[in-house]
């Protein structure tokens, strides 16, 4: 079966947004036993929300129906955790979480997209690239002591991607993306887009 013609709005300035889940790579379990050998503190227990709520923002250039550059942030929701701990330094403690799992990961991002318009109103999307991230982590002692901690770590990694999207008029469309940033351990998403092709330096 034959692509679909390119139309004349399939090149120019485009603007996008998402929202959806996220979830972390690491169990908790797993993430128990790292904080423990970094620090040598027993800890009792350990829960948190390996999902949450995540969103993005992007703008981009398409040069032709089939390949296109992107700027974009992006939010992989908040890991919210309790735990009940024995520790000699609550600073060291927060460090090693942070190293522990990924927390608030959030951060810029350059991508290139690739794309395959299949059918009249469908195409398929591939993205990759590079995320500039910063994920911190915010630690409150609730028993046993008092005080406040923080912790942050950041770093540039892999971005990759896959959507589907479906155009129900020429510059809206509406997409079903996965997302996954190659972080520690990998963060991904789930999310529900909305490109909107602006008409602008159109070719």
């Keep these: 079966m034959l692509a679909p013609a390119a ?38 227990s350990m829960s948190f929300d390996q999902k949450d709520t995540s969103f993005h923002v992007r703008v981009g250039y398409a040069f032709n129906p089939t390949f296109a550059l992107e700027a974009a942030y992006y939010e992989f929701g908040d890991t919210r955790s309790e735990v009940v701990a024995e520790v000699l330094d609550p600073q060291a403690f927060v460090e090693a979480m942070a190293d522990a799992f990924p927390s608030n990961v959030h951060g810029p991002a350059l991508v290139a997209r690739l794309s395959w318009p299949f059918a009249e109103r469908w195409a398929a999307h591939l993205r990759g690239g590079v995320i500039s991230w910063k994920s911190d982590v915010d630690a409150e002692i609730i028993s046993g002591g008092s005080g406040r901690f923080e912790a942050s770590r950041d770093g540039e990694d892999l971005l990759w991607g896959a959507a589907l999207a479906w155009r129900p008029s020429e510059r809206l469309a509406v997409s079903l993306e996965f997302t996954q940033a190659q972080i520690s351990d990998d963060v991904r998403t789930l999310e529900l887009g909305v490109t909107w092709m602006t008409g602008w330096l159109g070719r």
């Design 7 to 44: 139309r004349a709005d399939d090149s120019g300035l485009y603007v996008g947004a998402g929202i959806g889940q996220s979830e972390v790579g690491v169990g908790q379990e797993e993430a128990r036993q790292r904080v423990e050998a970094s620090t040598g503190d027993t800890v009792t």
